[in-house]
């Protein structure tokens, strides 16, 4: 815990360390008036009390009182907003880290649980320390004065109350490890719940369209039940690890008690000392209950620490270095790659996409198109062989630099919930007002933009829901024209739509891939008779490769791929 404490601590080390120092003062401020009540019970058992010298301390304990509010005031403040900055700084970094991670990492882990892990683990941070920091201080340093001084005013005394610790804290312990046992499992259903009920709302349409709304229901509803058994997990069974440490406690209290009747009986014990135990003694006691509560909510805390040191921990693509190649042609040497480790999508590839020229890639669902489009984007690393740009090792170039020299217009397209004009812009945040026009005409956008009552300015919605799939196309396409990078990769973006959506995104198309590096993704073969070149892969290798006109003399794979996709053509329901 303290080690995952120290790892947050450090993006605000110098406001952490002023907070601490107010804690601390503050704490001190709050154990001095037990010590002023005891000089005046002392004093009130004088023979011939000082009323002067009593009055003078209730004066300097109501001083105390006022500057311990102060205290306490700027303490609060600087604790709270250190705790603030540390959690914008780990937000921060959780989102500069998952850009630096490949693909990969992301094929094993659940979207969720990362949104899980940047939100809700690092605000369980947030707020059970922002918190906890007073009580925890305090405790300590009010724990460690009253038993010091106690301990000096009579040890026989004052070693009873300490002896509960040494049976409290393992108590506590044990406590801790089962909030950090099952505190995993509630932030597992947690997260599991979070994904069912998207699921649940994301599925709606389809589920109402097959009359599936109670089973997709108790979906949702099994999770749910899970998230409650394990959150009544997580407080009831270390519970009672708690509240046996809290009767411990009161025990000795009354141990000491009867002792200090038994010395007081005696007459090895004065009076006023027994009433100071009396008093302080079970004040004692207090900051232990409040520490041992906040014990095992740090532990839970915890929890949401490890996840957090887990994800910064995960391995990065290599850096590489700031390299351009001269040329931009790409070639694939002996590449094999796979998304598990036994199991391979490509085997042994090589060819060569040259400068200037488009290269098609066709073959069935799952034979490793999409893989090559990501491998040339560094989405990937390849498990052996070599990706190369310009005769440059993709691996030595840094995965940044090789961002910026490629473009890519996928199927499936994502917009941020902004304008088009800001989706547009995301092509080259330094263009100009002008060039994201021509980019927008250049990608046929004009011919619907012009009929929206904002135009450009007009807001897209959450993953550009407020534009049909032909429109997010051609927004897409000019982000690419506007970026104006040497290679552009295709995962063929006409296949799924309308006849005039279609002639609109071809002729977008058209304009972005002149004088490119263009490697697209084909379903319709129609639409990459004329290409440089067309690799028909199977098998997660490349069984045909050379233009139509050839493959189709060849008559292999590529021609009966050709005539299905001729005879589906005239395909009629009767």
């Known amino acids: 815990m303290i080690r995952n404490i120290l790892y947050c601590f450090r993006f605000d080390a110098g406001g952490m360390r002023k907070a601490l120092v107010w804690e601390v003062v503050h704490s001190f401020l709050l154990s001095a008036p037990s010590g002023m009540l005891l000089v005046i019970i002392w004093e009130l058992f004088r023979a011939d009390p000082d009323t002067t010298r009593i009055w003078g301390i209730v004066a300097l304990m109501g001083a105390m009182f006022v500057v311990q509010l102060y205290v306490a005031r700027q303490a609060m403040i600087r604790s709270n907003v250190s705790i603030y900055r540390i959690s914008t700084q780990l937000r921060l970094n959780i989102g500069n880290k998952l850009q630096r991670l490949s693909m990969g990492y992301y094929k094993h882990r659940d979207p969720g649980d990362l949104a899980s892990v940047a939100l809700q683990d690092v605000a369980n941070f947030e707020q059970i320390f922002g918190h906890s920091i007073a009580n925890i201080v305090t405790a300590i340093i009010g724990t460690v004065a009253l038993s010091t001084f106690l301990i000096i005013l009579d040890f026989r005394l004052g070693l009873t109350l300490v002896a509960a610790l040494g049976i409290v804290f393992p108590l506590a312990y044990l406590g801790q490890r089962l909030v950090r046992r099952y505190g995993r ?174 290269t098609a890639i066709v073959g069935a669902s799952g034979s490793g198109k999409t893989t090559v489009l990501s491998l040339m984007a560094r989405f990937w690393e390849v498990t052996s062989g070599k990706v190369q740009i310009g005769g440059i090792n993709l691996v030595d170039i840094s995965p940044e630099q090789v961002y910026t020299m490629i473009s890519e217009v996928f199927q499936e397209v994502y917009l941020f919930d902004g304008s088009i004009y800001d989706n547009i812009l995301i092509g080259n945040p330094t263009a100009t007002a002008a060039e994201v026009e021509a980019a927008a005409a250049k990608a046929q956008l004009m011919e619907f933009v012009e009929e929206l009552p904002e135009g450009l300015g007009t807001m897209v919605g959450e993953g550009g829901r407020r534009l049909s799939g032909g429109q997010k196309q051609r927004v897409s396409i000019a982000r690419a024209l506007l970026k104006d990078a040497p290679i552009i990769l295709l995962d063929e973006a006409t296949s799924s739509l309308d006849p005039e959506n279609e002639i609109y995104v071809q002729r977008a198309i058209h304009e972005l891939v002149r004088n490119k590096t263009v490697v697209v993704i084909a379903h319709r073969l129609s639409t990459i008779r004329n290409a440089d070149q067309i690799l028909v892969l199977g098998e997660g290798q490349i069984q045909e490769q050379g233009m139509h006109g050839e493959l189709m003399a060849a008559r292999g794979q590529y021609a009966r791929m050709w005539e299905l996709q001729a005879a589906a053509g005239v395909w009629k329901m009767a």
């Open 185 to 358: 499992q509630l932030i597992a259903a947690r997260t599991q719940t979070n994904a069912r009920f998207l699921e649940y709302i994301q599925g709606m349409r389809h589920a109402r369209a097959y009359g599936m709304t109670g089973r997709s229901f108790r979906t949702l509803e099994a999770a749910l039940d899970a998230l409650r058994i394990r959150s009544i997990r997580v407080e009831a069974i270390p519970g009672p690890m708690i509240l046996s440490a809290g009767v411990i406690l009161e025990l000795f209290f009354v141990l000491m008690v009867w002792m200090g009747l038994y010395f007081l009986s005696g007459q090895t014990l004065e009076i006023p000392v027994f009433i100071a135990f009396l008093i302080v003694g079970y004040r004692l006691y207090e900051p232990l209950k409040i520490l041992m509560v906040e014990y095992g909510v740090l532990s839970f805390m915890n929890v949401s620490l490890d996840r957090i040191v887990e994800l910064m921990g995960a391995d990065e693509q290599a850096a590489g270095r700031n390299l351009q190649p001269e040329q931009f042609d790409i070639r694939f040497s002996d590449v094999s790659f796979g998304y598990h480790a036994d199991q391979l999508v490509l085997k042994g590839v090589s060819f060569e996409a040259r400068a200037g020229q488009m």
